[in-house]
């Protein structure tokens, strides 16, 4: 398709087929370490500070409901990379940081990606074009 061209397909199929294929990019990419994307979101998410559970679940919710991130911090507490601290905070072990930091690169490369095919001007405008869409369309109840 070319950039003179109107899209053949309305707006909803274009978001939903860009999210799956950034989800199936960062799938690829991350799978040799054994860990999908939402194991990479929380693992970030602790990297940046330590949080509560209830924390880490809210600042996922647009991903994933509450059952699903409550999995997938249990399945990295049961490898040893993230931890409870006594005041019931979660944060990443050492080996935890490690990954994180090795899984870093490999983000990295899939945004890399993302910026090839988006110049940072269009980048920008398609960030603020999808906000506007948000910010006009009622929010979801859940």
Sequence with gaps: ???????????????????????????????????DRRAWQVLATLARSTATRG????????????AAVDGVLDDLRERGWVTNSSDGA??????????????????AEVRQTVAAALPEEDYGTLVRLLARLVDALPATSD
């Design 1 to 35: 398709m070319s950039d003179q061209q109107p899209p053949q397909r309305p707006i909803g199929w274009w978001l939903k087929e860009a999210d799956a294929r950034l989800d199936a990019a960062f799938d690829r990419s991350l799978t040799g370490r054994g860990v």
């Design 55 to 66: 924390e880490v679940v809210a600042g996922l919710a647009a991903f994933d409901d509450a």
């Design 90 to 107: 979660l944060r990443l072990t050492p080996e935890g940081s490690h990954e994180q930091q090795a899984l870093a690169a490999l983000v």
